[in-house]
């Protein structure tokens, strides 16, 4: 059974630090790309960051690039996402889920259809 569950959200100053976890079950996960996407209060979600299935390729928005950093660890099914500079507008719901192509490389943004095994998100606050 398919299933991705985040963890590691939390309440931090601008300026903070946080690291995303995305655990993964019920498929082969080094073979797929998994990506991190996020939804404020009110507007659509976005896409924050992609990683390929081996590690090789990521992608990041124009928004975070440079601030966020998207890794996986293949032995222990996991991928995080690591949230630095943190700032107001960063504040969401961050959510995992995996590319349903096969051997997806991240080299452009797919639609959140394209994507499944969507968790339930944990929220992430910067506030002063």
């Known amino acids: 059974q398919l299933q991705l569950v985040e963890s590691g959200g939390g309440a931090v100053q601008p300026g903070g630090s946080l690291r995303l976890s995305c655990a993964a079950s019920g498929f082969t996960f080094g073979d797929y790309a998994i990506g991190w996407f996020r939804q404020a209060p009110g507007k659509a979600r976005e896409g924050v960051s992609c990683i390929s299935g081996r590690g090789v390729s990521t992608n990041y928005a124009d928004s975070v690039k440079g601030r966020f950093s998207i890794s996986r660890d293949n032995a222990k099914n996991t991928v995080y996402l690591q949230l630095s500079s943190l700032k107001p507008e960063d504040t969401a719901i961050y959510y995992c889920?995996?590319?349903?192509?096969?051997?997806?490389?991240?080299?452009?943004?797919?639609?959140?259809?394209?994507?499944?095994?969507w968790g339930r998100g944990t929220q992430v606050t910067i506030s002063s």
């Open positions: 889920a995996k590319v349903q192509t096969i051997y997806y490389d991240c080299n452009r943004w797919l639609n959140s259809g394209d994507y499944d095994g």
